[in-house]
């Protein structure tokens, strides 16, 4: 039975180094405020597997792309599995937590996706363009991503890849959801400067785009982040479905927002430690 206050072990990468982002900064305040609601354990994901034993779930916020540790990684995951051990976010996503195959799996039932292939046999499928942007199907923060002209795709294409149109968007916006209650979102006003956000009042049309890809990734507990692109037509196009360890861009919020995002994570998190079923 789990205790009075539940315990939790938090799993994160303080030293990650990310590209004009402070990823430490974030887990220092979630840690701050969910120590007064839980017995709380912060460690390294390489100690996960170890450590989580004895603790009520096992919380995976910015522990790093697992490409850098995926054998430990894969460990983890069968324990965690193997001795039913609550994992926030769970296991079961079916998005960037599995790879890429679902952006392949997304496009060919019609979602709003990037047109994606991942043979350059079947390029041929995708909209004309004068350059593709191809990427590993295991990759994770930018890791191996290239862009490059149509004369040059079929050198540069080998392997376990995926192939997409590069698409002049007008921007990018991110939609933050825990469980599926949508919180905030973010956008960068200037496509060359990815992690230069701002608040955006999202539209009931954005929200609806949103909610179509949590409904579909069906997780219950945990959070998300929608990326999308602002095509020239003013539509969206999914760009990935982040469901293992979203970076979050607390920063980026006004006080009264992250408040409310640190809220509803706790209020998340209490539940679930407690094995209480998801109220969707």
Known sequence: MPAARPRLLYVTDLAYQARGRRYCDEDIHLTSRLRAHFD????????????????????????????????????????????????????????????????????AAGFPVIPTVDSIADVHRLPAAERYVVKPKLGADSLGLRIVTGSRLAESAAGDVLIQPCIDFVHEVSFYFVDDDFQYALYAPDPRRRWELRPYAATAADLEFARRFIDWNDLGYGIQRVDACRAPDGSLLLVELEDLNPYLSLDALPEETRDAFTGAFTASLSRFARGVLSPA
Do not use: I, W
Request: charge should be negative.
């Open 40 to 107: 709380l354990a912060l460690c390294h994901p390489l100690d996960a597997a170890a450590l989580m034993d004895g603790h009520d779930a096992v919380v995976v916020r910015n522990s790093g792309p697992v490409l850098g540790y995926q054998r430990e990684y894969d460990a983890f995951r069968a324990q965690a599995l193997a001795a039913g051990t609550r994992v926030y976010n769970p296991l079961t996503g079916k998005a960037d937590m599995a790879g890429k195959q679902y952006l392949l799996d997304l496009s």
